[in-house]
Every structure is written in structure tokens, then in C-alpha cells.
């Protein structure tokens, strides 16, 4: 993996909450421009990328 793939997961990783936030702006977003139409696709991409960088999920580790 180059290094500045390295240096975005540790980033990402060590800011958990601010990429979660990011991440969970953008699926909002493109569910608005899709009129819901791919929201488990877009749900599934958040959790495939915050899963490839290492981000704890906020939205997962607030409902108990």
C-alpha cells in the first residue's frame, strides 16, 4: 500500500468520530439526490470504507 494510503487510515482512524460524521453527511446527502432510491447500497458503502479505514461507526456505539 503506498504511504499516503497509510497516512489517510491513520488519520482517518485517529479523527474516528470526524470521519463517521463526514462519512454519514455524505451517504445523507446522495440518499437526498437518490430520493432514497439506494440507501442499503449507500449504507453499505459507509460500512465498507469506515471498515477499510478503521473508523468506529458513532451511529452503531450510540444505540444500545
Do not use: R
Not at 3 to 11: H, I, P, R, T, Y
Not at 34 to 57: F, I, M, N, P, R
Amino acid at each position: 500500500m503506498p504511504d499516503w494510503m497509510d497516512e489517510a487510515k491513520n488519520l482517518a482512524s485517529e479523527h474516528s468520530k470526524e470521519t463517521d460524521e463526514g462519512f454519514d453527511k455524505a451517504e445523507e446527502f446522495a440518499e437526498s439526490k437518490t430520493d432514497g432510491k439506494y440507501d442499503s447500497q449507500l449504507q453499505q458503502g459507509e460500512q465498507k470504507a469506515e471498515d477499510y479505514l478503521g473508523v468506529q461507526d458513532q451511529d452503531n456505539n450510540q444505540q444500545s
